[in-house]
């Protein structure tokens, strides 16, 4: 799977827009982008996953780019509650699911 | 949404013994399981791939003597760390995969904190 590269911390103001990087240069035409994020001491949760067309959905909009080579994840209204690690994974999904997770971005909603 | 249960939250244990963890997906039949690990602030790490029925595929640097894994039925994967020390202490997570689902196919467990003394 494609390796990913986020910044390791972000900080955002609560009721404001937050607005995940995620680079993944070497992505292949197969593969899909996911986004997960984990609360601390819980297991991951899903976000929104997408292959080539922005997608939204009730928690947030994921954007990648024409080439693909870069994916923004946006949270449109922050809250205190949405601090936490968020992560971009790559995977073509099909028979090989298995998710590798990288470091991802630590984003802290501040009041 | 699809539910994984796991269980204990959290268990604390005595250096060489045994501690079983159970991954149970409650509303649909995983064929597939898989197991992380995460240790303080750090990322997760995939420790095990748990086929339904046969046996399961180990990552690299893995113990497979030591970290036993059994998915006996379409909805249950255990997960035993045998002769555990205080190295092995660590947050474990189980994710099971839903082929029927819509969205979403991987589900996690809300994770197991195991300390050893």
Not at chain 1, 33 to 41: D, E, F, L
């Given at each position: 799977d494609a390796k990913t590269t986020q910044p390791t911390s972000m900080d955002c103001a609560e009721g404001r827009a937050a607005n995940l990087p995620c680079n993944h240069s070497t992505i292949s035409g197969n593969e899909y982008v996911y986004w997960y994020?984990?609360?601390?001491?819980?297991?991951?949760?899903?976000?929104?996953?997408?292959?080539?067309?922005?997608?939204?959905?009730?928690?947030?909009?994921?954007?990648?780019?024409?080439?693909?080579?870069?994916?923004?994840?946006?949270?449109?209204?922050?809250?205190?509650?949405?601090?936490?690690?968020?992560?971009?994974?790559?995977?073509?999904?099909?028979?090989?699911?298995?998710?590798?997770?990288?470091?991802?971005?630590?984003?802290?909603v501040n009041p | 949404g699809a539910v994984v249960s796991q269980h204990p939250s959290w268990v604390i244990c005595k250096s060489g013994t045994s501690v079983k963890i159970e991954c149970r997906s409650l509303d649909f039949q995983a064929t597939t399981m898989f197991w992380y690990r995460q240790f303080p602030k750090q990322s997760l790490m995939l420790m095990a791939t748990s086929n339904e029925g046969s046996k399961a595929t180990y990552e690299q640097g893995v113990e497979k003597d030591k970290f036993l894994i059994n998915h006996a039925s379409l909805t249950l994967s255990t997960l035993t760390?045998?002769?555990?020390?205080?190295?092995?202490?660590?947050?474990?997570?189980?994710?099971?995969?839903?082929?029927?689902?819509?969205?979403?196919?991987?589900?996690?467990?809300s994770g197991t904190q195991l300390s050893v003394l």
């Amino acid at each position: 799977d494609a390796k990913t590269t986020q910044p390791t911390s972000m900080d955002c103001a609560e009721g404001r827009a937050a607005n995940l990087p995620c680079n993944h240069s070497t992505i292949s035409g197969n593969e899909y982008v996911y986004w997960y994020r984990q609360i601390h001491s819980q297991g991951p949760q899903y976000i929104i996953h997408g292959l080539k067309n922005n997608e939204t959905n009730e928690m947030a909009s994921l954007i990648i780019t024409e080439d693909r080579k870069s994916s923004t994840l946006i949270l449109p209204h922050a809250t205190l509650r949405d601090t936490a690690v968020y992560y971009c994974i790559v995977n073509s999904g099909g028979s090989n699911y298995k998710l590798t997770f990288g470091k991802g971005t630590l984003l802290t909603v501040n009041p | 949404g699809a539910v994984v249960s796991q269980h204990p939250s959290w268990v604390i244990c005595k250096s060489g013994t045994s501690v079983k963890i159970e991954c149970r997906s409650l509303d649909f039949q995983a064929t597939t399981m898989f197991w992380y690990r995460q240790f303080p602030k750090q990322s997760l790490m995939l420790m095990a791939t748990s086929n339904e029925g046969s046996k399961a595929t180990y990552e690299q640097g893995v113990e497979k003597d030591k970290f036993l894994i059994n998915h006996a039925s379409l909805t249950l994967s255990t997960l035993t760390v045998t002769s555990a020390h205080p190295e092995d202490s660590s947050f474990y997570i189980c994710s099971a995969l839903n082929w029927g689902a819509n969205n979403e196919k991987l589900f996690f467990g809300s994770g197991t904190q195991l300390s050893v003394l």
